[in-house]
């Protein structure tokens, strides 16, 4: 674990001669995180939601960068009541998908949240995102139940999942 300054902790994996940087983000710095929404999710958060969502103390979102925070590829946000968590949004831009970085991600969220006192993580997913299922899965989630209508856009059901970590 790397701590840059109070704002801004960073876990750090090596991959080949990149390594990726996860950043603790702020409600002043909502805008990385809203960025990555708007190009990643059909029903994407609007500013004003990702903004309002960290100012609560057990919310957190983290950016996840390739080049030390010059620019980010992913983020993601978590509600965090020890020794629970909730995984809420996890995303990956389009041109780094498919190169492990979600699986990176996951990992190094999963590293934070265990020194958070967590022991448990929920999470829900669209029945039809088979990217983020297999994802999942291959993490050892487990599927552990169905919400029927759950996403507002279009009525889709989700999947329920859970992981002891
Ligand atoms: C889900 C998401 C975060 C995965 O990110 P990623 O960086 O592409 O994932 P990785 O490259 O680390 O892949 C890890 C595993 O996920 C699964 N996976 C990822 N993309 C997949 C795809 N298109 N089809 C099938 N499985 C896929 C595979 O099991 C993969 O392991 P493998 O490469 O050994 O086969 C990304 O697709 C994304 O941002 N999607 C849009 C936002 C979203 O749906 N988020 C989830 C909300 S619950």
Known sequence: ????????????????????????????????????????????????????????????????????????????ALQVLPPEAELLRLAIKEPFRRHGYGRQFMTALIKWLRDEGVNQMWLEVRVSNEPAISLYESLGFKRNGLRKRYYKNNGEDAYTYGRTI
């Open 1 to 76: 674990m790397y701590i840059m300054s109070e704002t801004c902790s960073f876990y750090a994996e090596k991959c080949e001669n990149i390594r990726p940087t996860l950043i603790s983000l702020q409600p002043e710095t909502a805008a990385l995180w809203h960025d990555i929404e708007t190009t990643c999710f059909q029903a994407p958060w609007s500013m004003e939601s990702c903004s309002d969502f960290l100012t609560e103390r057990t919310n957190h979102a983290w950016a996840f960068s390739l080049d030390s925070g010059k620019t980010f590829i992913g983020a993601a």
